[in-house]
């Protein structure tokens, strides 16, 4: 998702509450991502031992 222009559509309309939700859905992705990576790296890990 392109937050910059999510967020800049919401500042010229000046709606505070979305712009909000924006920010907590940007770093409740962020979180995601890293939760990903790191399952990922657990099932490589996982099936090196496996081997």
Do not use: F, G, P
Not at 15 to 33: N, P, S, V
């Amino acid at each position: 998702m392109d937050w910059d222009a999510a967020r800049k559509h919401c500042q010229e309309k000046d709606w505070k509450w979305t712009l909000d939700l924006i920010d907590k859905y940007q770093k409740e992705m962020e979180r995601l991502k890293v939760e990903n990576v790191k399952l990922k790296r657990q099932l490589v890990l996982r099936s090196q031992i496996n081997k």
